[in-house]
């Protein structure tokens, strides 16, 4: 491991990064420009910003902890931009707005949906920033030995900082060569593992192991669906990626990049797979909780190629981070604006919603621990069983009614609550007659919150179809 030389990549990396913030900053107008890049994506850019939004660090890691959960995972999101990509994302850009709150609104004409919208995808969004810190923290400690906190502070500042100054274009940019260094990078290793390693992957042997390790998961079908059946669905609501759709140049470019990052991402899917189960084969088991991902790659590498696969794999967690920064400040700079009187929000009241974001998830990360990752992935479902069924009948249909969309998503809320390991202990409590009928519903609680959720939005529908009719 050269420390010199992956701090003086990664320094330059974000140098390049400040310089092009500070380029774009001349051709920032207004607040169009600084969150949607004026609208003015074509499809290559597009599709390379959704690719980089989603091969982050999590991928990797993860995927390296356990192939068959991260495959699952990945194939998961393959479906959901191939989803959007058939007619969803035209539709979103259709809308012309800058947030998943605003359709509501539009739709339903109700503004405290808007705010409910806003307010799930801001707890999904922090989360995962937290997520990302603590994930740079722990590459940064454990893998570069680097153990400075402040050396740590001003790299998550410096990200802020660039993507404050050029907005959603810089972050477009930078996408861009990321996503290209971090394919380059993988893909290099991986071809390079499979030409020279003794444990060659594709030998019968090795297959065998494979196979055998794969139906020797834990997982249900009800579990292995759900892994793809979250982030597939999230990926419809999701305000990062519901971004980059509204800054294409039209409606067509939408749905064309999305059904190309959707075909992209599932042939990129095997190199995070073969990492994963490489590290089976190998013996490196990833105990205690940690990625076996890291001593992985030090023994498919040299300590140069090593360095550079860290950098890589960095990038690869930043990629999300400064979208995630943009889609925060796009889903609460309209809403804060309008409190002091703005009917577009000013670009110093976006940048200051990102310098806030960062500084405040930066100083949450020192409350947490690296286990805070599992409940956090609890943020993603929270805002789809309330924000899933509303949006998606809001693309589909044309008669809206808000209290359909308020009985949905309520009842969605509800249910996501009901079905956590303390309300369901009560519940057994109260209720030990019914244990196997609750311990089934735990089991499958997130195909019962969307049933309910789809449930509340017809009961709805028909009862204020009724109250439609006697008013007639």
Avoid at 71 to 96: C, P, Q, T
Avoid at 200 to 223: C, E, G, N, V
Avoid at 237 to 253: H, R, S, V, Y
Wanted: aromatic share 14%; hydrophobic share 55%; charged share 10%.
């Amino acid at each position: 491991m050269h420390i010199e030389l992956f701090i003086g990549i990664m320094a330059g990396l974000l140098t390049i990064y400040l310089i092009i913030s500070y380029t774009i900053l001349k051709k920032i107008n207004s607040s169009s420009d600084y969150l949607l890049a004026g609208k003015s994506l074509g499809i290559p850019a597009v599709t390379a910003t959704l690719l980089a939004a989603q091969v982050g660090g999590g991928m990797f890691l993860g995927t390296a902890q356990n192939p068959v959960h991260g495959i699952l995972y990945i194939f998961g999101i393959v479906l959901g931009l191939f989803i959007l990509g058939l007619g969803f994302a035209e539709k979103m850009r259709g809308f012309n707005v800058t947030s998943i709150g605003e359709i509501f609104e539009k739709t339903y004409v109700s503004p405290g949906l808007h705010h409910l919208c806003s307010l799930l995808c801001l707890i999904s969004f922090l989360g995962i920033l937290i997520g990302q810190i603590l994930a740079i923290k722990s590459l940064l400690l454990t893998s570069a030995g680097i153990s400075s906190t402040l050396l740590f502070s001003i790299f998550w500042l410096m990200i802020v900082a660039y993507t404050m100054i050029g907005g959603f274009h810089a972050a477009i940019i930078t996408d861009f060569f990321r996503i290209v260094f971090i394919v380059f990078v993988f893909s290099g290793i991986c071809i390079y593992s499979l030409i020279t390693t003794k444990c060659a992957f594709f030998y019968p042997a090795s297959l065998a192991k494979i196979k055998t390790f794969i139906w020797d998961t834990d997982l249900s079908w009800a579990q292995a669906f759900r892994l793809m059946l979250i982030p597939a669905a999230f990926c419809l609501i999701e305000q990062d990626l519901a971004q980059k759709i509204f800054a294409a140049q039209n409606p067509k470019t939408a749905r064309i990049a999305t059904l190309y990052a959707s075909g992209l991402l599932f042939l990129f899917a095997f190199v995070p797979f073969y990492f994963g189960m490489q590290g089976q084969l190998l013996g490196f088991d990833g105990t205690k909780g940690i990625s076996p991902l890291i001593p992985l790659l030090s023994s498919l590498t040299n300590s140069l190629f090593f360095t550079i696969a860290l950098c890589g794999l960095l990038s690869a967690i930043t990629s999300t981070t400064d979208s995630l920064l943009c889609a925060t400040t796009s889903l609460l700079s309209p809403s804060i604006g309008k409190l002091f009187g703005q009917t577009t929000p000013s670009l110093f009241l976006s940048r200051f919603i990102i310098l806030l974001t960062g500084i405040a998830t930066l100083i949450a990360s020192y409350l947490f621990s690296e286990g805070i990752i599992d409940v956090l992935v609890d943020s993603y479902e929270i805002a789809l069983s309330a924000i899933l069924v509303p949006f998606i009948f809001a693309l589909i249909i044309k008669d809206f009614r808000s209290k359909a969309a308020w009985a949905s998503a309520l009842t969605g809320l509800i249910s996501f609550f009901l079905w956590k390991p303390f309300s369901v202990t009560f519940l057994v409590k109260l209720f030990p007659f019914a244990t196997s009928i609750l311990l089934f519903c735990k089991t499958h609680s997130s195909y019962i919150t969307f049933l309910l959720s789809l449930i509340a939005y017809g009961i709805g529908f028909l009862c204020s179809e009724k109250k439609k009719n006697a008013i007639a």
